[in-house]
């Protein structure tokens, strides 16, 4: 007998059912460099600080504390390459760059947000099984 999601063709279409068998597993896959800008610790900060709106470079490096300056811009590049990160170059001196989100960009940044999210209100148990396994 098949389950409600079976019946229903759903299982098929969900994305955990499509990494299971699907090419994310393979080193070849394009899926897995962005799963890397997308969830690294950097990526992650700067798309959730974007879902609030336009930034420059400098508010973005005073707002995430602890990034660099070169981890930063790569981490925009990289975010911009993969169609997340709209830059825009104003005709100013000095240069005056600002940062947001493209529609992509914003679909993305709530799944990850979604994750964030969920690590800070989890942080207390996921702390008291750290030190459990020391």
């Known amino acids: ?3 409600n999601s079976e019946s229903m063709g759903v299982g098929s279409h969900r994305l955990s059912s499509r990494i299971r068998r699907g090419d994310v597993f393979s080193e070849d896959c394009p899926s897995r460099g962005v ?3 997308a969830t690294s610790r950097w990526g992650v900060l700067v ?3 974007l879902v609030e ?3 420059r470079f400098s508010d973005l490096r005073r707002k995430i ?3 660099s300056e070169k981890m930063l ?3 925009l590049r990289d975010l911009e390459s993969d169609g997340f990160v709209l830059r825009v170059a104003k005709p100013v001196v000095p240069p005056h760059v600002e940062y947001s989100l493209t529609p992509m ?3 993305i940044s709530g799944h990850v947000a979604e994750l964030a999210d969920w690590i800070e209100l989890n942080i ?3 702390l008291k099984a750290r030190e459990r396994g020391r």
């Open 35 to 37: 799963l890397l800008h």
């Open 73 to 75: 811009a790569k981490t």
């Open 65 to 67: 504390t602890g990034i």
């Open 105 to 107: 960009g914003l679909e």
């Open 53 to 55: 709106g336009m930034h």
């Open 1 to 3: 007998m098949k389950s």
């Open 47 to 49: 798309l959730v600080a």
């Open 124 to 126: 207390p148990k996921i």
